[in-house]
């Protein structure tokens, strides 16, 4: 059974990734394998390329499919869709309130939010949808909340992202994407 808990140690297959981000098998090597990257080449979860192996992928990495999978459900095109996720899963940050969170983890008894603004490919994580927060992260990433705004929710994305990666065998895939 995998080690739940460690972020970076590349140890998912494909199956469990799709399982997670309800997309298919296709998709998820499309994103794999274009240039530029929609899946972040990261050492750790490309160790096995080239070498016959199946491709592994950390908990991190899990967390920036499902979450840009998330976003192009919601119409966000799929290259913008992956830079925003990936300020969850490879960036950490500071709330407003000096809170620090790492890359892949969630503000701590918060409601943690990924947003971005108008068509901006950029994402920040905060700590509750209110006004002031959103006002807050606005100012951060040099955007209006006027140009409108996309929250994922990523509290249920983290917990159910958790809950297929701990099935010894993963669901099986719904592909929505």
């Known amino acids: 059974m995998p ?22 098998h296709n998709t ?9 990257a929609i899946i972040l080449p990261v050492d ?6 080239g070498k016959g192996a199946a491709i592994r992928y950390s908990k ?17 095109p799929v290259r913008r869709a992956a830079s925003i996720a990936a300020a969850f899963s490879d960036f950490g940050d500071e709330t407003q309130s000096g809170i620090h969170r790492l890359p892949g983890e969630l503000y701590p008894g918060r409601n943690n939010y990924l947003v971005s603004f108008g068509e901006r490919d950029v994402g920040i994580v905060i700590e509750a949808l209110t006004g002031d927060s959103l006002h807050w992260a606005a100012t951060q990433t040099g955007a209006n909340i006027a140009d409108g705004f996309v929250a994922l929710p990523l509290d249920t ?8 990666l701990r099935c010894e065998v993963p669901p099986a895939s719904r592909s929505i994407v």
Do not use: F
């Open 3 to 24: 080690d739940n808990n460690d972020l970076h140690l590349a140890q998912y297959g494909a199956a469990h990734v799709c399982a997670a981000a309800e997309i298919s």
């Open 44 to 49: 750790d979860d490309r160790q096995n390329v």
């Open 60 to 76: 991190r990495r899990v967390y920036q499919i499902v979450a840009t999978a998330r976003l192009v459900r919601m119409g966000i």
């Open 157 to 164: 994305l983290v917990a159910r992202v958790d809950a297929t």
């Open 28 to 36: 998820l090597k499309n994103w794999g394998s274009r240039k530029p």
